[in-house]
């Protein structure tokens, strides 16, 4: 078997946290090594050419962003491809709306009565503002929130919450809890 890398670009340290927390342990079984690259800041050649190089090692990518305004993922990735010209779009995950929806889709509605959060039956709409509003008092950090969530997350409840994550889950194979 031959040493299989994975490479997961997500925006910022929200995701960076969700992805490590989350994914990375899912998908450990299929690489040997997963590596979360927070591409907000970088230069899009630099992420041009950090594409290409992993191409030319074989290994694979993910690329992750947010659907923010726009009105459909198709338009995102078009718009994604444009600004990274060697992107490949299949590789291309879209978050609806923003990764806080991400978050919250993962907490069953016992978990949500026990962080005294509103108990919320699809986070497609959530976007970091309504999840800010969110935030219980009892946290003293929306850092300290987000940690509480992924203590409490479940792949399984998510799928069934937002509608992006399930895509996603579906096309990485990864099993649900």
């Given amino acids: 078997m031959s040493f ?3 490479y997961i670009f997500v925006e ?3 995701d960076e946290r ?25 230069k899009k050649d630099k992420v041009n050419n ?3 190089s992993i ?23 078009s718009e994604i491809k444009h600004m990274l010209k060697n992107i490949d779009e ?15 889709a993962g907490l069953s509605n016992e978990k949500c009565q026990m962080l005294k959060i509103p108990i919320i039956k699809n986070t497609d709409e ?11 008092d009892n946290f003293d950090s929306r850092i300290a929130f987000m940690i509480e969530i992924l203590k409490n997350f479940s792949i399984k409840v998510a799928i069934q919450k937002n509608k992006s994550f399930k895509y996603f889950i579906d096309q990485m194979n990864i099993i649900a809890d």
């Fill in 4 to 6: 299989k890398q994975l």
């Fill in 126 to 136: 959530i976007t970091k503002e309504s999840f800010n509003n969110m935030i219980p």
């Fill in 50 to 52: 950090f594409i290409i």
């Fill in 55 to 77: 191409k030319k090692m074989n290994a694979d990518y993910i690329f992750a962003h947010d659907i923010d305004n726009t009105v459909s993922t198709t338009s995102k990735k």
């Fill in 12 to 14: 910022g340290e929200d």
């Fill in 90 to 104: 299949d590789k291309i995950f879209i978050v609806i709306k923003e990764i806080e929806s991400w978050y919250l």
């Fill in 18 to 42: 969700f992805f490590d927390n989350i994914i990375r342990f899912k998908l450990s079984s299929k690489y040997n090594s997963i590596n979360i690259i927070k591409y907000a800041k970088m």
